[in-house]
């Protein structure tokens, strides 16, 4: 028995071992963008886009749990406006509007309680395109401390982030279509 328990305890050692060298070499932040492009003016997607709740629209998480609890305070729409959210299936955390430039950028600070801490930036980045029509890209930014980091070697944030950022922005698309 004394045996089993020596060749668990270094096993595990060595486990934490490997994390803890990997998070040496692993980058400690992630980047994640997707964009398309639509048919309507900058004007007019930063007014939907703007406005948290009109994510409800277009965003995935959202729709992932129609149950999610929601409070708020602020003015939606403007600065320090803050959206928190409460769900068994997407977590716990809030989303603040902290920059605004109209007709060309909105950025979010995420705050993330569950099921792990965290924090990231997000932001629309909308781009005139010569036929008058928009690229919107969304985009989400941050760190993940060491030795957590290590799992960004195996785990791909734009590979599992990337795709509901690009669904998202599809229904998004529908739904500016939809109300023209």
Known sequence: MFSFIKYLVIGLLVL???????????????????????????????????????????????????????????????IGYVRHWRSEIVGNGSQEIVGLIPGERVDFLLTFNE?????????????????GGTRISWGLEGQVPYPFNAFLLVFDPA??????????????????????
Not at 53 to 74: I, Y
Not at 171 to 179: D, F, G, I, N
């Open 16 to 78: 934490i071992g490997v994390v803890c060298g990997a998070g040496l070499l692993a980058p400690k932040s992630f980047l994640v963008t997707r964009s398309v492009e639509v048919g309507q003016s900058p004007g007019r997607i930063y007014e939907v886009v703007r406005h948290v709740r009109a994510q409800d629209e277009f965003g995935v998480w959202a729709r992932m749990d129609p149950d999610m609890a929601v409070t708020e305070t602020g003015t939606d729409g403007e």
């Open 115 to 131: 099921p792990f801490a965290s924090t990231a930036d997000s932001w629309f980045q909308l781009d005139p395109l010569p036929d």
């Open 159 to 180: 590979e599992l982030m990337g795709d509901d950022l690009g669904r998202g922005l599809d229904l998004l698309r529908e739904t500016l279509s939809v109300a023209d």
